[in-house]
């Protein structure tokens, strides 16, 4: 029983990481377009690390700022 304990946690140990990746990954695509001023890719790479981690208050901070910068060209 406590091998599959184990073996359980390493298993869900590596699904976290594999996620914690990922939104690393839309976070840095988010704010690599927010540098180059293509406000529309960084809106919609926040809003998917959004989408992801509802709770992730800098990601919701930088989806503000990239609506923000939209709603100045409009």
């Known amino acids: 029983m406590r091998r599959a304990t184990l073996l ?4 869900l ?4 990481v594999a996620d914690e990746v990922a939104r690393s990954e839309r976070f840095e695509t ?4 927010y540098a180059r001023g293509d406000y529309a890719a960084a809106a919609q790479a926040f809003a998917a690390e959004v989408a992801s981690a509802p709770n992730d208050d800098v990601a919701v901070y930088w989806l503000g700022k990239a609506y923000g910068r ?5």
């Open 13 to 16: 140990a590596g699904v976290v």
């Open 30 to 33: 988010g704010r690599g377009a």
């Open 70 to 74: 939209q709603a100045e060209r409009a």
């Open 8 to 11: 359980v946690g390493w298993l």
